[in-house]
């Protein structure tokens, strides 16, 4: 088994909102990364946990935060966005057997108005 | 520094037809990992193969074959008997070098499979 599940699945939010992406996955995966895909682009690296503490902050914006409250769960807090922001945000684990190979989430794709 | 390229932005082929998608890499570090990733319209990443830079046969998984060829940097994907659900852009990445687990992506390839 090798899913990684994210919620929601599409996010509209305004610039003065503060909203959640949420990602899990029961793999027992220790490594956890949130990557932002812009239309046409590659994912471009954000943040990497690894056994639940954040080692890898890619000089991401601050209104971005991060959080890992247990093995299985990747929480990206969202707030005071801007429209530029809008995207798909895609979630990933590696086991620790293989900790090259990412394993993906669905995305979630994110509208700031 | 580490970087990929994916020189064909777009690529059709006939159905049940072979084809073959272009990687190439630049990396100082001695020891790296090569990834192919499908990510269709829906927009999830699949990870299809994995090639290690010591890893002495190329990679095989199903229809997917990395044909690598580590003198001249190269890491190209083969799918073989090409299928309509086979349409997609398709992501190379290396593994960054030191201890992270860091992924850099080529700008991909759209593939296109026609009937």
């Known amino acids: 088994d090798t899913e990684v599940t994210q919620t929601p699945k599409h996010l509209v939010m305004g610039m003065t909102n503060k909203k959640s992406l949420k990602c899990e996955q029961h793999m027992g995966h220790r490594a956890m990364y949130w990557y932002k895909q812009k239309a046409k682009k590659p994912p471009e690296l954000m943040f990497v946990?690894?056994?639940?503490?954040?080692?890898i902050n890619e000089s991401v914006p601050s209104r971005f935060s991060p959080e890992c409250p247990n093995s299985s769960l990747l929480n990206l807090h969202l707030h005071a966005l801007q429209p530029e922001d809008s995207a798909l945000y895609l979630c990933?684990?590696?086991?620790?057997?293989?900790?090259?190979?990412?394993?993906f989430g669905p995305g979630t794709r994110l509208t700031v108005l | 520094a580490q970087k990929i390229t994916q020189t064909q932005p777009g690529m059709f082929v006939q159905e049940k037809e072979a084809v073959t998608l272009d990687c190439t890499y630049d990396?100082?570090?001695?020891?790296?990992?090569l990834f192919w990733y499908k990510q269709p319209s829906s927009g999830e990443m699949i990870f299809l193969i994995y090639?290690?830079?010591?890893?002495?046969q190329n990679a095989t998984e199903g229809r997917y074959s990395l044909n690598f060829q580590k003198a001249r940097k190269s890491a190209n994907l083969v799918i073989s008997a090409s299928q309509l659900g086979d349409s997609a852009m398709y992501f190379c990445a290396m593994r960054g070098g030191g201890a992270t687990n860091k992924l850099i992506f080529g700008t991909g390839t759209l593939l296109a499979v026609q009937p």
């Open positions: 990396t100082s570090d001695p020891s790296y990992g």
């Open positions: 090639q290690g830079s010591y890893d002495q």
């Open positions: 990933a684990s590696s086991p620790p057997g293989r900790p090259d190979t990412q394993y």
């Open positions: 946990y690894s056994y639940e503490k954040l080692s």
